[in-house]
């Protein structure tokens, strides 16, 4: 695939490096030099439209669109906020200051993830991501029992969108309120970007890695969903054993302890939102 195109390669899939409010072009996909990737082989294109969407879909981006008022969540929530800030300082750090650890914070926190979605750690390939990390803006939550870093975030601004890139913890440590602290902090950074009406975006709805969070950033700190709809295309000669195993993909759903029978599941349920999209009666879906 050609440089210049707004395509990346990731995990066996081409997705956008659009923005999400942003219309996708479309034109690699029709020509098919989508498929040709120097980093790997794709076996599907990912992308979305109709961004921000009135009516309620299976597929969204979790956004924050507003600044972040504490004294509009409820006062349970607020106590573990203040009380997360009571645990830790979190201030703006150049991650390359603090390599040993960040790493120690991402291993603790890849270790407590499930086998079958826990991704291998290298410690050249983390230096090598922390050094492209100073781009962007790496907040960092320091204990204040003894001045490490017990988690951080990474947000990279681009135009109109700030992408809320990753956010990762020692589990140790979040009992003492260590999520709740670090998103305070990220979205005080950002206050002023929020009030000028840009928007920051924390990810798409997550299949391959189940987790809580945004359900967390909902209920906490007044994110919200931005549903879209969801296209995917294959690879020529993909689409038959598509069909094939969707037949299975009851079958499947058991075997998904299995890491590469769980990816297979993930593909199958990202086919079935799509295929429920097609079949939905347009009066539905006013």
Not at 101 to 120: D, F, G
Not at 135 to 142: D, I, K, P, R, S
Not at 256 to 283: A, H, S, W
Request: hydrophobic share 35%.
């Amino acid at each position: 695939m050609q440089q210049g195109l707004k395509w990346r390669y990731y995990n066996h899939a081409i997705i956008p490096t659009t923005a999400p409010h942003e219309r996708v072009d479309e034109s690699p996909l029709k020509s098919g030099e989508i498929w040709r990737s120097p980093k790997g082989y794709p076996l599907l294109a990912r992308w979305t439209t109709d961004f921000d969407c009135q009516e309620s879909k299976e597929w969204w981006y979790m956004i924050k669109d507003k600044p972040f008022d504490i004294m509009k969540v409820k006062k349970n929530y607020r106590r573990k906020i203040r009380k997360g800030l009571e645990n830790f300082n979190i201030r703006v750090i150049d991650p390359m200051q603090y390599i040993d650890e960040l790493y120690q914070v991402e291993a603790e926190a890849i270790a407590s993830y499930p086998a079958k979605t826990r991704p291998k750690m290298d410690y050249e390939q983390f230096v090598a991501k922390l050094s492209n990390s100073r781009e962007g803006v790496t907040l960092a939550a320091f204990s204040k029992e003894d001045n490490r870093i017990a988690g951080y975030s990474y947000d990279i601004v681009c135009d109109g969108y700030i992408l809320g890139s990753l956010q990762k913890a020692k589990p140790s440590q979040e009992i003492k309120h260590l999520n709740a602290a670090l998103m305070y902090g990220e979205l005080d950074y950002f206050r002023k970007e929020l009030a000028d009406g840009i928007y920051i975006m924390t990810g798409e709805r997550s299949i391959l890695h189940q987790t809580n969070f945004q359900e967390y950033q909902e209920k906490y700190f007044g994110f919200r969903k931005a549903y879209c709809k969801l296209h995917i295309l294959y690879r020529p000669g993909v689409k038959p054993i598509v069909d094939c195993l969707y037949r299975m993909r009851g079958l499947l759903k058991f075997l998904n302890g299995i890491k590469l029978f769980f990816k297979i599941y993930c593909v199958l349920k990202m086919e079935e939102i799509v295929r429920r999209q097609r079949e939905t009666p347009p009066d539905e879906r006013d």
